[in-house]
């Protein structure tokens, strides 16, 4: 428990997780987001899991799925909170990867090539 809340937190502790489902990436050229810039919600919504979704668009007219958690809003503006890419890592069953942290069900991997993205987390078992 503690090191899922120092992920939370922002902390760089590294998990291990063998891939126990294959993943492929859904979007080519997924949605990317810096810090405080300002950007767009549709008002759609996604459940994943548990986890609340929200469609988004930002400067550069590139749409996507972020997080609940990566929205702040001030005086009828919408600001992300931190930076934050939703390019996701293809996997298979069986690969090993290393991972830095965990948000809304989703889990932000390295695999041994050296490419990284996000996994879903009912795709992994932790090591």
């Known amino acids: 428990m503690l090191a899922k809340d120092a992920l939370r937190a ?57 997080p609940d958690s990566l929205v702040r809003r001030v005086a009828g503006k919408t600001y992300a909170i931190a930076d934050f890419s939703a390019i996701e890592l293809m996997c298979r069953k069986g690969e090993v990867l290393d991972a830095s942290h965990e948000r809304n069900g989703w889990v932000l991997c390295r695999a041994a090539s050296g490419s990284s993205g996000w996994v879903p987390v009912r795709n992994l078992q932790e090591l």
């Open 10 to 66: 922002g902390g760089k502790l590294v998990r291990r997780f063998r891939v126990i489902a294959d993943w492929e990436a859904t979007y080519e050229d997924p949605i990317v987001l810096k810090a405080d810039e300002e950007f767009w919600l549709s008002g759609k919504t996604d459940d994943w899991d548990g986890h609340v979704w929200l469609w988004a668009k930002n400067q550069s007219d590139k749409e996507g799925w972020i």
